[in-house]
């Protein structure tokens, strides 16, 4: 059973995402990371695909996770999944409580409608009025950074850097 809608855009609905949903889930999640460039063999691997099914399986709906989905005719159509992690706190990052926004896509039949920015919206409002989130993260691809730029993210100026572990 579907989750309470939270609004409506032009007819299609948003709302939290469900177990019932994991499949729709995985699957904007593939579309969004060729959106990104990520070689298409990689995006098609099943194995990637598995884990993150049980990935949200264990996560949608638990006070760590929100996944928002906007919904039309029956079918889950874009997406929207914020996450909190927790870090060593530090001077910059008094809590160490981060929020990550991902999987933010929209099924190429219905862009260009906000569905994809409303469903970041609700995750944003998730973060900021029911977690202890001070600083949200998010990789964009290069097309989609208007969207960002106009919620207020911006391109930090932080020395991360990072190291794939190379595994035999």
């Keep these: 059973m579907p989750a309470a809608p939270l609004g409506d855009v032009g007819g299609v ?19 969004m990371f060729s959106e990104m460039g990520v070689d298409p063999v990689l995006v098609a691997d099943s194995q990637w695909q598995t884990r993150t099914a049980r990935w ?11 996944a928002v989905v906007a919904e ?4 889950i159509v874009s997406s929207a999944i914020g996450h909190v992690i927790e870090t060593a706190p530090s001077p910059t990052h008094p809590t160490g409580v981060t ?16 569905l994809g920015e409303e469903c970041v919206h609700e995750v944003m409002r998730w973060f900021r009025d029911e977690t202890e989130v ?16 106009r919620i207020g993210f911006e391109v930090d100026d932080s020395p991360r850097m990072h190291l794939r572990v190379q595994r035999e």
Excluded: C
């Excluded at 469900?18 to 889930?25: E, F, I, K, P, Y």
């Excluded at 990550?100 to 099924?107: K, R, Y």
């Design 56 to 66: 949200l399986q264990l996560r949608v709906g638990t006070e760590r996770t929100r």
């Design 99 to 114: 929020g990550v926004l991902s999987n933010v896509a929209t099924f190429p039949s219905h862009k260009d409608q906000g």
């Design 13 to 31: 609905t948003i709302r939290l995402a469900t177990r019932g949903d994991v499949a729709a889930l995985v699957a904007l999640r593939g579309l």
């Design 134 to 149: 001070r600083e949200v993260e998010v990789l964009a691809a290069p097309q989609r950074r208007p969207i960002y730029d």
């Design 72 to 75: 039309a005719k029956g079918a």
